[in-house]
């Protein structure tokens, strides 16, 4: 299915910091209709506050985030709960409820936000722990299910409301191989059958380069490489290189700027 020429989601020439510390310089980043997008980088590369952005959380010090031709630090606070309405969040870890059952964490955003009939809710609900393999689970507690499980009743609850776009937050941390894949077969299978757009916040690399269209990677602040996991994984850049590989030289420093260690202990050079 060809791309439409407009981004469904778009972050351009973004600047943000905290305090007077810039943490985000110059941010670009485009998402389509039906694109599985991956914005990878290490611990403290400022990818989650990007995803604070893109809900309005924060707002940024210059550029734009635009979501669906509206421009997200423009709206007010019922403009807000409004877009919220159509984003689907996955958090780290799932961040169910855990005094309410399987079924009722799933329920939680069609009891909240429409207007259905229990039976109704009861179907979908049912529809959507079917589709992540949990029907079965239903009765049960998050405390009575592992923590791969538990990943997919959030994912399931992330979906409830068949939401245009879906936000993954770490979506593999923490998860066993066979998790991990089953996370990333089920992020992919429910974004195809949706039609809908997904932002990907990781820095698992092989289940990301098995599902992504499209990956930015992010570091001191700004993209550092763009482009296909083919694209990426051909091009030869010693940064991408580094990070797809996981090697301790490169780019990226393993030693940060220090005086040498004897001036550091006092000793004669």
Same mark, same amino acid.
Not at 140 to 168: E, N
Not at 170 to 187: K, N, Q, W
Not at 198 to 224: C, F, K, N, Q
Not at 250 to 265: E, S, W
């Given at each position: 299915?060809?791309?439409?020429?407009?981004?469904?989601?778009?972050?351009?020439?973004?600047?943000?910091?905290?305090?007077?510390?810039?943490?985000?310089?110059?941010?670009?980043?485009?998402?389509?209709?039906?694109?599985?997008?991956?914005?990878?980088?290490?611990?403290?590369?400022?990818?989650? =506050?990007?995803?604070?952005?893109?809900?309005?959380?924060?707002?940024?010090?210059?550029?734009?985030?635009?979501?669906?031709?509206?421009?997200?630090?423009?709206?007010?606070?019922?403009?807000?709960?409004?877009?919220?309405?159509?984003?689907?969040?996955?958090?780290?870890?799932?961040?169910?409820?855990?005094?309410?059952?399987?079924?009722?964490?799933?329920?939680?955003?069609?009891?909240?936000? =429409?207007?259905?009939?229990? =039976?109704?809710?009861?179907?979908?609900?049912?529809?959507?722990?079917?589709?992540?393999?949990?029907?079965?689970?239903?009765?049960?507690?998050?405390?009575?299910?592992?923590?791969?499980?538990?990943?997919?009743?959030?994912?399931?609850?992330?979906?409830?409301?068949?939401?245009?776009?879906?936000?993954?937050?770490?979506?593999?941390?923490?998860?066993?191989?066979?998790?991990?894949?089953?996370?990333?077969?089920?992020?992919?299978?429910?974004?195809?059958?949706?039609?809908?757009?997904?932002?990907?916040?990781?820095?698992?690399?092989?289940?990301?380069?098995?599902?992504?269209?499209?990956?930015?990677?992010?570091?001191?602040?700004?993209?550092?490489?763009?482009?296909?996991?083919?694209?990426?994984?051909?091009?030869?850049?010693?940064?991408?290189?580094?990070?797809?590989?996981?090697?301790?030289?490169?780019?990226?420093?393993?030693?940060?700027?220090?005086?040498?260690?004897?001036?550091?202990?006092?000793?004669?050079?």
């Amino acid at each position: 299915m060809p791309l439409s020429p407009t981004p469904f989601l778009s972050i351009e020439s973004l600047d943000f910091g905290y305090n007077g510390r810039k943490l985000l310089r110059d941010l670009s980043l485009h998402a389509h209709r039906g694109e599985v997008v991956a914005l990878m980088g290490g611990s403290g590369s400022g990818k989650t =506050t990007v995803l604070r952005l893109l809900g309005g959380q924060l707002r940024p010090d210059s550029g734009r985030v635009q979501f669906d031709g509206e421009e997200v630090a423009a709206l007010d606070r019922a403009g807000l709960y409004r877009i919220r309405r159509r984003m689907g969040m996955l958090f780290q870890h799932g961040a169910l409820f855990t005094d309410l059952s399987v079924f009722d964490n799933v329920a939680f955003p069609l009891r909240e936000h =429409t207007r259905l009939s229990p =039976t109704m809710i009861r179907d979908l609900v049912l529809m959507k722990l079917d589709a992540v393999g949990l029907r079965g689970a239903a009765a049960q507690t998050p405390a009575q299910i592992s923590g791969g499980m538990a990943r997919r009743v959030a994912l399931a609850r992330a979906t409830a409301l068949d939401p245009p776009l879906l936000i993954y937050d770490e979506p593999f941390a923490g998860l066993d191989p066979i998790s991990r894949g089953t996370i990333a077969h089920l992020i992919r299978a429910l974004n195809d059958a949706l039609g809908a757009t997904s932002i990907v916040v990781t820095h698992d690399v092989p289940e990301t380069l098995a599902i992504a269209d499209r990956i930015y990677l992010l570091a001191e602040g700004r993209i550092m490489a763009s482009g296909t996991p083919d694209a990426l994984r051909s091009a030869g850049d010693p940064f991408v290189t580094q990070f797809f590989s996981g090697a301790k030289d490169g780019p990226v420093r393993f030693h940060q700027p220090a005086p040498p260690m004897a001036a550091d202990l006092g000793l004669d050079p």
